[in-house]
Each structure stands twice: as structure tokens, then as C-alpha cells.
């Protein structure tokens, strides 16, 4: 089953706008990351962020958690064209399920010039 | 830097066919994960395997089985191909829970 679910589906912005998405998940977590996915290509790991965290930041990523309305938003400063691509969230879960990630269904994020 | 290489970037098969989706890591990782992928449903987890000759289903093994005879391999086999498994197949490999790395993927068209 998913457990995560990205908002939105789609998103278009001009080049050195922000971009903001975010993922909504059903059940505890132990972390949850976000991985960016090429078209066409695999998914590459951007950050992490551990339930006990409330924000991260990595270069112009800025990742925050609200683990009481179980959500989390991934903030790209300052985009460029190159940042073009799917992003999704996925969830560890805190009990069982070995060190399986459950993904959501994705944003495409456009980068116009 | 962790490689994950996928055998085919692109494979057409027929229905009834078996086929085989290699998968190959090569930093020693315990975890390998095998994903199918589609439009509007996002990464499906169908097996992965914590250690050798271990595996465990996802959330949708059925049509599905996978074979890791040694650490670094990974499987999936489409023991009777169908066109409901026509799909992006993605490959990924992790030491922890805190990063999976992920091969290019495996465009599988069954007709």
C-alpha cells in the first residue's frame, strides 16, 4: 500500500523561483527521505530527515517534518532548469518490514527558462 | 561511489515468456530491492532480500519471484509473462534503511 502521497502532482515555476512540495503519510515513521528521479532514469537520494528532527537543510534543500499531522514539505531555493525532475518522498516504517522504504506517487517539478 | 547496474535498459518480451531482470550491486550491501514503477501509482515494492537466499515479499510479489544466490546479485523472475507487467523495473540496493541507491531501470514491454 502507499504510504506516501505528494502534492502537488505537478508543478511548473520559472527559473530562480522557489519550489515547494510536500507528502502526507498514514502511518509512524522512523525517517522519511525524498530522492529526485530523472526522466527515464533511477531515483538518487537528496536528504533524510529522522522523526525526531523537525527540519534539514542541504544546499538550497530545505526538508521540514510535522510529525503530528504526519506530513513533510522538500523546499528548492532558487531552482534551475537542472532541478527539472520527479521528486518523491518515501517513508521507514517503525515497526517490522525490514529495511524496506515505502515511496509515494511523486511530483514532477518544471523548471522553466 | 555505489554502482547498481540493471542488465537491460530495454527489453521487449512476449506473453507466456520467462523472463529474467538482473540486477547487480557492488558495495557489499546486505538490502536489494525490486520496484516496478507506473505512471500515477509510484514505486511499488515487489521483493527484497536482506541477506543471501533471504527474501521477502512487498506489496505485490504475485507474478513475481527472485533469487539472490550471492550478495551482490539480485533477481526478479516473470515466471509467465503478462501485459499487466509491462512496467519500469527498478533495481536498488541499501546497507541501512537511510539510503537506497538505485539503478537506471528496466523498461519492460510484454506484448
Known amino acids: 500500500s502507499q504510504q506516501g502521497e505528494e502534492d502537488p502532482q505537478a508543478l511548473s515555476i520559472q527559473e530562480g523561483e522557489n519550489a515547494t512540495m510536500n507528502c502526507s503519510y498514514k502511518?509512524?515513521?522512523?525517517?522519511l527521505q525524498w530522492y529526485r528521479q530523472n526522466s527515464g532514469r533511477g531515483l538518487v537520494h537528496l536528504i533524510l530527515?529522522?522523526?525526531?528532527?523537525r527540519e534539514k537543510h542541504s544546499g538550497r534543500l530545505r526538508v521540514t517534518l510535522d510529525t503530528s499531522k504526519k506530513s513533510s514539505s522538500l523546499l528548492i531555493t532558487a531552482s534551475r532548469a537542472a532541478d527539472t525532475a520527479s521528486y518523491f518522498c518515501?517513508?521507514?516504517?517503525?515497526?517490522?518490514?525490514?529495511?524496506?522504504?515505502?515511496f509515494g506517487t511523486g511530483t514532477q517539478l518544471k523548471v522553466e527558462l | 561511489d555505489v554502482k547498481v547496474t540493471q542488465s537491460s535498459r530495454y527489453l521487449v518480451k512476449r506473453t507466456g515468456e520467462k523472463v529474467f531482470l538482473e540486477c547487480v550491486q557492488d558495495m557489499d550491501h546486505e538490502n536489494m530491492f525490486w520496484y516496478r514503477q507506473d505512471p500515477g501509482l509510484g514505486l511499488r515494492l515487489i521483493y527484497f532480500s536482506y541477506d543471501v537466499k533471504m527474501k521477502e515479499k512487498g506489496d505485490i510479489p504475485e507474478g513475481y519471484s527472485v533469487s539472490r544466490e550471492k550478495k551482490e546479485r539480485f533477481s526478479l523472475i516473470l515466471e509467465s509473462a503478462s501485459t499487466n507487467q509491462t512496467s519500469m523495473y527498478l533495481c536498488a540496493s541499501s546497507l541501512t534503511h537511510e539510503k537506497l541507491f538505485f539503478g537506471s531501470g528496466t523498461q519492460l514491454s510484454v506484448l
Open positions: 502511518t509512524s515513521i522512523n525517517n
Open positions: 518515501a517513508t521507514k516504517g517503525l515497526t517490522g518490514g525490514g529495511n524496506k522504504l515505502t
Open positions: 530527515i529522522r522523526s525526531n528532527e
